[in-house]
Antibody
Framework: QVQLVESGGGVVQPGRSLRLSCAASGFTFSSYGVHWVRQAPGKGLDWVAAISYDGNNKYYGDSVKGRFTISRDNSKNTLYLQINSLRAEDTAVYYC?????????????????WGQGTLVTVSS | QSALTQPASVSGSPGQSITISCTGISSDVSDYRYVSWYQQHPGKAPKLIIYDVSDRPSRVSNRFSGSKAGNTASLTISGLQAEDEADYYCASYISRATLGVFGGGTKLTVL
């Protein structure tokens, strides 16, 4: 079955960096666009970034442009999110989510499978 | 502030029907069919219940339906059940510059 498993979260000081990972299994990872979505404690969902199935197209939300970098390694079936210059407002559960359409150069925000999330806490 | 506006809360009794609206600024919800809806129970990951405005994944109950009129998309849940109590979010494609946006979420209470 389709599985997405995030890792890499934890408590980090403001200004530091962190890399999140999302290990995919149960489907042909290289055929699907994938996204990062975050949710601050007690708040709603916030779309963060997306990458096309082949890694050629990357997209970012306005609040993270310039600080976050999305990437993927299709040989390892893994999605990444590099987060630099962490701020208190980046504190959230970070989910990876798969776009439901295959081989789509623009990974639309239609997420059919989600991971369980990894919590990032930015605090001194 | 979300670019898509949802009511903060709705409620209904078991067996009743409720509708949750999702209103967008002009160029997002109205121009595209890429609207989706998600159900989220406390402490759980969101679950896709509607995609492309009105299509439903095979594993989702047919009590859930979606529609769109102008710049407002709607989610209707018929025959409310206690297990439907959850938060519901709409999402939409915006443009290639800003790929996606979520609504602020609606808390559904089953009385």
């Amino acid at each position: 079955q389709v599985q997405l498993v995030e890792s890499g979260g934890g408590v980090v000081q403001p200004g530091r960096s962190l890399r999140l990972s999302c290990a995919a299994s149960g489907f042909t990872f290289s055929s699907y666009g994938v996204h990062w979505v975050r949710q601050a404690p007690g708040k709603g969902l916030d779309w963060v970034a997306a990458i096309s199935y082949d890694g050629n197209n990357k997209y970012y939300g306005d609040s993270v442009k310039g600080r976050f970098t999305i990437s993927r390694d299709n040989s390892k079936n893994t999605l990444y999110l590099q987060i630099n210059s962490l701020r208190a407002e980046d504190t959230a559960v970070y989910y990876c989510a798969r776009e439901r359409r295959e081989v789509n150069p623009v990974p639309l925000p239609n997420f059919d499978y989600w991971g369980q999330g990894t919590l990032v806490t930015v605090s001194s | 502030q979300s670019a898509l506006t949802q009511p903060a809360s709705v409620s209904g009794s078991p067996g009743q029907s409720i509708t949750i609206s999702c209103t967008g600024i002009s160029s997002d919800v109205s121009d595209y069919r890429y609207v989706s809806w998600y159900q989220q129970h406390p402490g759980k990951a969101p679950k896709l219940i509607i995609y492309d405005v009105s299509d439903r994944p095979s594993r989702v109950s047919n009590r859930f339906s979606g529609s769109k009129a102008g710049n407002t998309a709607s989610l209707t849940i018929s025959g409310l059940q206690a297990e439907d109590e959850a938060d519901y979010y709409c999402a939409s494609y915006i443009s290639r510059a800003t790929l996606g946006v979520f609504g602020g979420g609606t808390k559904l209470t089953v009385l």
